[in-house]
């Protein structure tokens, strides 16, 4: 079965930091990896998807980067921002045990960033 | 362009009551998805569904029951709500399953007391 886990389950930062979230996962055969960012309150939004043949993805500040067969990848922010403060959440599609596949997701890490 | 909605935005059930979670997608996306996410843990898939009258379980089924009778719609229903049912619920769309983003709606905060 997939498990993703993802490490630290929260981080406190001040403003200006760059940061390193962890995911990881047990079952190396995905068809992609995907993070989100869920905000208190509110639904998942999606921030970088990596196929499983990319090695890394870039948006803006952020950098998720995918080493699939040591079944790892990390989300750089670079100069963080308070606005940056959310859950993230980490979750891979995987077709183990299912027709068509889904997402496995991880617990998230809760990033606060202070002024 | 709302994306995907959700309705009510939190409910408070009795023990054996039921109820339906509203779920509306005006991106014409195929697939649809319902999960719940408890305090601290990640998303788990309840149903999904690949189109108008095709829906299947996910990861965690029991005690609810779907169906998709057009693509915008896919209604949760809980029936005998039971206090492990107390979650949030999230619904999804995406165009079509694996290689893409699924978009997110709000979510349904439900208590079962």
């Known amino acids: 079965k997939q498990e993703v886990t993802q490490i630290p389950a929260a981080l406190s930062v001040p403003e200006g930091e760059n940061l390193v979230l962890n995911c990881s996962f047990t079952d190396s055969a995905i068809y992609n990896l995907q993070w989100f960012r869920q905000d208190p309150g509110k639904g998942l939004t999606s921030l970088l998807l990596i196929q499983s043949s990319q090695r890394e993805q870039t948006s803006g500040r952020l950098n998720a980067s995918l080493d699939k067969s040591s079944g790892r990848s990390t989300l750089y922010i670079a100069a963080s921002q308070p606005g940056d403060s959310a859950t993230y959440l980490c979750a891979v599609w995987s077709h183990r045990g299912s027709t068509l596949g889904r997402l496995y997701f991880g617990r998230g890490t809760q990033l606060t960033v202070w002024p | 362009n709302a994306g995907v909605t959700q309705t009510p935005k939190f409910r408070i059930l009795k023990i054996g009551q039921s109820m339906t979670l509203q779920c509306t997608q005006d991106?014409?996306?195929?697939?649809m998805y319902w999960y719940r996410q408890d305090p601290g843990m990640g998303l788990k898939l309840i149903y999904y569904?690949?189109?108008?009258?095709?829906?299947d379980k996910g990861e965690v089924p029991n005690g609810y029951n779907v169906s998709r009778s057009t693509t915008e719609d896919f209604p949760l229903r809980l029936e005998l709500a039971a206090p492990s049912q107390t979650s949030v619920y999230f619904c999804?769309?995406?165009?079509?399953?694996?290689?893409?983003?699924?978009?997110f709606g709000p979510g349904t905060r439900l208590l079962v007391l």
């Open positions: 991106m014409n996306h195929n697939y």
């Open positions: 569904s690949v189109g108008a009258g095709i829906t």
């Open positions: 999804a769309s995406s165009h079509w399953t694996g290689g893409e983003t699924q978009y």
